[in-house]
């Protein structure tokens, strides 16, 4: 099992840009995709993007243009750099592998205000 802590998440108007940071407790050097994942009050955990190992990144369709994730496999840590963020992007937001295989962290809150 990674142990993984989500960092970053904070209130921000409608516009603004955050990054999130995810650590892990282990190298995820040959983790193949790492992903961010939120979850809306009311709603289920979807994910938003993901990084293969090689550097191939996928995201929903809502996010798509706007957040990009990335991965620094030497410092064990995945990122998620959100910009032109709305009220819809209000979620607490987590980092897996994809699928998820570890127990999940606890989040990092976004709360976006319009």
């Known amino acids: 099992q990674v142990q993984l802590v989500e960092s970053g998440g904070g209130l921000v108007q409608a516009g603004g840009s955050l990054r999130l940071s995810c650590a892990a407790s282990?190298?995820?050097?040959?983790?193949?995709?790492m992903g961010w994942y939120r979850q809306a009050p009311g709603k289920q955990r979807e994910l938003v993007a993901a990084?293969?190992?090689?550097?191939?990144?996928n995201y929903a369709d809502s996010v798509k243009g706007r957040f990009t994730i990335s991965r620094d496999n030497a410092k064990n840590t995945v990122y998620l750099q959100m910009n032109s963020l709305n009220p819809e992007d209000t979620a607490v937001y987590y980092c897996?592998?994809?699928?998820?295989?570890?127990?999940w962290g606890q989040g990092t809150q976004v709360t976006v205000s319009s």
């Open positions: 282990r190298s995820i050097f040959l983790i193949n995709t």
């Open positions: 990084a293969t190992r090689r550097g191939i990144t």
């Open positions: 897996n592998t994809n699928p998820p295989l570890h127990y």
